[in-house]
């Protein structure tokens, strides 16, 4: 698997880290009521097919990232700056 | 029919002419008491306990392409139930008390061998959590030994003892673990359930769930409409988008795990072994071949394969461990599909949809979780009511705060 930094190019996806599924918008964690704030944090959409995830470039650049990615079949379709995504 | 030395030795004599199929390949009918959605171990549990401990009868499993396809056909075919929470140490230890009697339960040899599990330990603060470990087993039950590096040598004098960054001081041993036939436990079970009546249908994809009025009626097929007054989900690795289908978001990741082999040896490795400074545990199969794996891959995959990098990690363990596999070759490698969750524990609960059930959630532990998972999984489609063996496998336990993070990882499901 490789991902196509936007600061370094296509890299080996072993330099980076995934923490995982990205929601579709900023999550909101307090002042809603506990359930809500509960699925915030722990629930996954995890289709069978592309996503959105959050990369960290840890032996390159050290940015965040977006990554479009297909779960099916690992291809990966882009990445952007998580910077300001939201 | 019966399995017995008769009957082996009457269908030897015959040429094995007459043996007949050990299950039913049903064709589905329009409605069941209860329709369990994965025909794999699991799932078969499952409807074998609900025909034979609840007396349901009209039972159908489900399964998208064949039985014993999924991770049942895919895992290390480890057993063991050496945990440190109790509500996992309690469930794990009914799961192995039935894995002890159930060749005699499925008339069926499932090749179960308690040829030991050994957790190798390499420094003074990981005995101390190995001896904490053991202890608590022990409280619970649980057969545990602690070995010192003698111990350990002479179970495996070939270890690398004195390697310099991971000398193994010790290990913490449950001589009852060990390993049974994966696919034989699909197998079996099937038989089994098949003998009470229960319809197994292969080849049927569930693409829908049917919801009326917040509960749940039917399951759409790839071959038809299946009406049911219970549904029960038990397709690990795929729950999310199963769940999806009766509007469920859960806290699952679907992850990729690998397993390896090698080509055949003598026997080398009595036990399983586990390695503790890295991800790698290990057993020889009955073939010859030295079984292994080690951590997942780490980022969400359907794939059912995995990449380079952890390959690599896990020949890594090994040699770290015993360098003296270093010029065996790996003849396969493949990866299945797994659900990961934040604490790293399992689901067994109720759903917010009525008449909706779920056993999901396994992480990379589901095998040997198979007997309990379906006895537990079983009381609840029959009663409505958790076992009290899986009542901490609660859906909500992240808003309660009860979670069993057996390592302590936090709420990340590819660190657990």
């Not at chain 2, 390949?25 to 069941?32: L, M, R």
């Not at chain 2, 586990?274 to 980022?299: C, E, M, N, R």
């Amino acid at each position: 698997m490789r991902i196509l930094c936007p600061y370094c190019g296509e890299r080996d996806a072993h330099e980076f880290s995934i923490r995982g599924e990205a929601p579709m918008t900023r999550p909101v964690v307090i002042g809603v009521p506990m359930a809500e704030a509960v699925a915030a944090l722990h629930d996954r959409r995890n289709p069978p097919g592309r996503t959105r995830e959050f990369w960290y470039h840890g032996a390159g650049c050290r940015s965040w990232l977006l990554v479009d990615r297909d779960l099916r079949t690992h291809e990966v379709f882009g990445a952007t700056l998580a910077s300001g995504a939201f | 029919m019966r399995y017995s030395a008769l009957s082996l030795a009457w269908n030897a004599a015959t040429g094995h002419r007459f043996w007949k199929p050990a299950w039913r390949d049903a064709e589905p009918k329009p409605a069941y008491d209860v329709v369990i959605v994965g025909g794999g171990g699991h799932g078969l549990a499952t409807a074998f306990y609900l025909a034979k401990n609840h007396g349901v009868r009209r039972i159908a499993v489900v399964e998208k392409g064949w039985i014993g396809n999924g991770s049942v056909g895919r895992n290390t075919t480890i057993i063991r139930s050496n945990y440190l929470h109790p509500a996992n140490t309690r469930f794990y230890e009914f799961s192995m008390k039935l894995w002890e009697g159930l060749e005699q339960a499925l008339n069926y040899n499932v090749m179960v061998s308690q040829r030991s599990i050994l957790n190798v330990f390499h420094s003074d603060a990981q005995r101390d959590a190995y001896a904490r470990r053991g202890n608590a087993m022990r409280i619970a039950g649980v057969d545990a030994e602690l070995l010192d590096t003698d111990g350990v040598r002479k179970r495996y004098p070939f270890f690398d003892f004195d390697n310099a960054r991971f000398p193994i001081r010790g290990g913490l041993l449950q001589p009852r673990g060990g390993t049974v036939r994966h696919d034989a436990v699909a197998w079996g079970y099937a038989r089994a359930a098949s003998d009470l009546g229960v319809d197994i249908i292969q080849n049927a994809e569930v693409v829908g769930i049917d919801i009326q009025g917040g509960r749940a009626v039917a399951v759409e097929t790839t071959r038809g409409r299946i009406t049911a007054d219970r549904i029960g989900i038990s397709v690990a690795g795929h729950t999310s988008h199963v769940a999806a289908m009766a509007g469920l978001v859960l806290p699952i990741e679907s992850h990729v795990i690998q397993a390896f082999v090698t080509e055949a040896v003598k026997p080398l490795i009595s036990g399983v072994v586990t390695f503790g400074a890295g991800h790698f545990y290990i057993s020889q199969s009955d073939k010859g071949g030295l079984v292994f794996g080690g951590d997942i891959d780490g980022y969400g995959s359907y794939a059912g394969r995995g990449n380079l990098p952890v390959a690599e990690d896990v020949a890594e363990g090994g040699m770290a461990l015993m360098p003296a596999i270093g010029r065996l070759r790996i003849l396969r490698n493949w990866g299945g599909v797994v659900d990961m969750t934040p604490d790293g524990s399992p689901f067994i609960d109720l759903t917010p949809v009525q008449n909706l059930y779920l056993n999901g959630g396994w992480n990379y532990g589901g095998f040997k979780a198979t007997p309990a998972a379906g006895w537990t999984f079983a009381h609840l489609l029959a009663t409505g009511q958790s076992h009290e063996l899986a009542a901490a496998y609660r859906l909500d336990r992240h808003a309660t705060g009860r979670v069993i993070d057996e390592n302590g990882q936090g709420a990340q499901p590819n660190l657990h």
